[in-house]
């Protein structure tokens, strides 16, 4: 129903639409105070060096097999899902399961047998799937009894969807045993547990997500057995770096409310010229955040032009005339948008593609320099759709993107002029574009054998 739809999953729980929560904080040793994260969640790369270690694993697996791998009032038969940092991770979390009698398999986009192991947890032939990555949303799998956080994650949206796996009701389904993996972080890298999620500092394992507090049935009379010491309601840190600082705004962020490059910023902090509200160090990398009123300050105290919607038809023309090229990317990205666009100013980002492509393959052909020596565009580059789709939206496109000139939808595969632009432009525009991006070109490659074969723009 409606009513249902609007329900956050706090009061679905409240009013018995979602199971009730059971957590159980697991505590490892392991430290991830150094691992990185790119302002959104840990880098994937870090994670898995610090993460996927035997003693860790270990760990994980037995607290598994100790409260639910034994044949006690109906423990030894609920089915749950172990969210892993990578493949290996997953296989190796599946092998020790099944080692300790538990029927486990790991599932992934890269495995062929995923399907057929996901079919037989919905069966009930396997009693965990261990998995690297989000099992589909139209998944739909109710008697999912336990969930094991062994992916720590600072994105909110990824911890509340794989907790959301295990969340739908089902007959004899007491409730949701979540277990969260607790290892040591740094203060502004703290992940989300369902204590941050749920906003409840008290804790007692198994206790009750929302209160802390543990109810008495058959199911938790057991449980209550297996705990090595009793253990009072205790506080726990619910503080994330996300709701501390969730509203601030990173470097980047500030560059590109400032048209400026993200390497300005950080020679202005470097300098002193400004500081920011936030920082911190993890390996080399420095982290910078800001309270978004310091926009309109630092943008005063540079003398900054101010630049929204109201003006961002004369700064696209300001930046076009610039002319500044170090490659001539920018040029044939904007001669293929233009000769893709559709009346509502978007374009099929695979055809754009095609003819940027296209161009520089027809300079190779042609016996001609496709660029300056540091161009990486040889024929093997040019034929790998991978590495030259990661170029145009790394390189040209992104020079465009920072000034919300054009925008890339990733899922529709579109590309196009940004909505505040594409209000100021009409058949003008286009022409006088398209005339200053070919003349453009005829000076770029003058030194180089020529603009070449420009007819693919046509």
């Given at each position: 129903s409606?009513?249902?739809?609007?329900l956050?999953?706090?009061?679905?729980?409240?009013?018995?639409?979602?199971?009730?929560?059971?957590?159980?904080?697991?505590?490892?040793?392991?430290?991830?105070?150094?691992?990185?994260?790119?302002?959104?969640?840990?880098?994937?790369?870090?994670?898995?060096?610090?993460?996927?270690?035997?003693?860790?694993?270990?760990?994980?697996?037995?607290?598994?097999?100790?409260?639910?791998?034994?044949?006690?009032?109906?423990?030894?038969?609920?089915?749950?899902?172990?969210?892993?940092?990578?493949?290996?991770?997953?296989?190796?979390?599946a092998?020790?399961?099944?080692?300790?009698?538990?029927?486990?398999?790991?599932?992934?986009?890269?495995?062929?047998?995923?399907?057929?192991?996901?079919?037989?947890?919905?069966?009930?032939?396997?009693?965990?799937?261990?998995?690297?990555?989000?099992?589909?949303?139209?998944?739909?799998?109710?008697?999912?009894?336990?969930?094991?956080?062994?992916?720590?994650?600072?994105?909110?949206v990824?911890?509340?969807?794989?907790?959301?796996?295990?969340?739908?009701?089902?007959?004899?389904?007491?409730?949701?045993?979540?277990?969260?993996?607790?290892?040591?972080?740094?203060?502004s890298?703290?992940?989300?547990?369902?204590?941050?999620?749920?906003?409840?500092?008290?804790?007692?394992?198994?206790?009750?997500?929302?209160?802390?507090?543990?109810?008495?049935?058959?199911?938790m009379?057991?449980?209550?057995h297996?705990?090595?010491?009793?253990?009072?309601?205790?506080e726990?840190?619910?503080?994330?770096?996300?709701?501390i600082?969730?509203?601030?705004?990173?470097?980047?962020?500030?560059?590109?409310?400032l048209?400026?490059?993200?390497?300005?910023?950080?020679?202005w902090?470097?300098?002193?010229?400004?500081?920011?509200?936030?920082?911190?160090?993890?390996?080399?990398?420095?982290?910078y955040?800001f309270?978004?009123?310091?926009?309109?300050e630092?943008?005063?105290?540079?003398?900054?032009?101010?630049?929204?919607e109201?003006?961002?038809?004369?700064?696209?023309?300001?930046?076009?005339?610039?002319?500044s090229?170090?490659?001539?990317?920018k040029?044939?990205?904007?001669?293929?948008l233009?000769?893709?666009?559709?009346?509502?100013?978007?374009?099929?980002?695979?055809?754009?593609?095609?003819?940027?492509?296209?161009?520089?393959?027809?300079?190779?052909?042609?016996?001609l320099?496709?660029?300056?020596?540091?161009?990486?565009?040889?024929?093997?580059?040019?034929?790998?759709?991978?590495?030259?789709?990661?170029?145009?939206?790394?390189?040209?496109?992104?020079?465009?993107?920072?000034?919300?000139?054009?925008?890339y939808?990733?899922?529709?595969?579109?590309?196009?002029?940004?909505?505040?632009?594409?209000?100021?432009?009409?058949?003008?525009?286009?022409?006088?574009?398209?005339n200053?991006?070919?003349?453009?070109?005829?000076?770029?490659?003058?030194?180089l054998?020529?603009?070449?074969?420009?007819?693919?723009f046509?």
């Amino acid at each position: 129903s409606t009513t249902e739809v609007n329900l956050t999953l706090k009061e679905a729980i409240e009013n018995g639409i979602c199971s009730p929560i059971r957590i159980f904080r697991l505590e490892s040793n392991i430290d991830l105070s150094e691992v990185r994260f790119n302002g959104k969640d840990y880098i994937s790369g870090d994670l898995e060096k610090k993460i996927v270690v035997a003693s860790r694993n270990e760990l994980i697996a037995d607290t598994i097999d100790k409260y639910f791998g034994k044949d006690v009032d109906g423990l030894s038969t609920k089915q749950g899902i172990v969210f892993c940092v990578n493949v290996a991770h997953a296989s190796m979390m599946a092998k020790l399961l099944n080692e300790r009698g538990i029927s486990a398999a790991a599932v992934s986009g890269k495995d062929r047998d995923s399907q057929k192991n996901i079919e037989k947890y919905l069966n009930g032939d396997i009693r965990f799937l261990t998995s690297c990555q989000l099992i589909s949303e139209g998944w739909d799998a109710p008697k999912t009894s336990v969930i094991v956080m062994a992916r720590p994650t600072m994105s909110k949206v990824i911890y509340y969807q794989q907790l959301g796996r295990g969340t739908r009701r089902a007959d004899n389904k007491e409730a949701l045993y979540l277990i969260d993996v607790v290892d040591n972080y740094s203060f502004s890298s703290v992940p989300w547990t369902a204590n941050s999620l749920f906003k409840n500092p008290l804790y007692s394992p198994f206790g009750d997500v929302l209160t802390g507090v543990r109810s008495w049935n058959g199911e938790m009379i057991y449980l209550e057995h297996l705990l090595e010491k009793e253990m009072d309601l205790q506080e726990v840190d619910i503080e994330t770096f996300e709701s501390i600082y969730g509203d601030y705004i990173s470097s980047e962020e500030l560059a590109r409310e400032l048209f400026l490059s993200t390497d300005t910023i950080t020679a202005w902090i470097k300098k002193g010229e400004i500081v920011p509200d936030y920082s911190t160090k993890l390996g080399r990398v420095n982290y910078y955040k800001f309270k978004p009123e310091r926009v309109e300050e630092i943008r005063v105290l540079k003398n900054l032009k101010k630049r929204d919607e109201t003006t961002i038809l004369d700064d696209f023309w300001e930046f076009i005339e610039e002319g500044s090229y170090s490659l001539s990317y920018k040029i044939i990205f904007i001669l293929a948008l233009i000769k893709n666009l559709e009346k509502d100013g978007e374009a099929d980002f695979e055809k754009v593609k095609a003819d940027y492509i296209s161009y520089y393959r027809k300079r190779l052909e042609d016996g001609l320099p496709v660029d300056k020596k540091s161009c990486p565009y040889t024929t093997e580059y040019l034929n790998s759709d991978k590495e030259m789709t990661r170029n145009i939206i790394v390189n040209p496109f992104e020079k465009f993107e920072r000034k919300r000139f054009i925008y890339y939808g990733k899922d529709l595969k579109n590309i196009g002029f940004s909505f505040y632009l594409w209000q100021k432009v009409d058949s003008d525009f286009i022409k006088k574009l398209k005339n200053k991006m070919l003349e453009d070109l005829e000076n770029y490659y003058k030194d180089l054998g020529g603009a070449g074969d420009t007819s693919i723009f046509k």
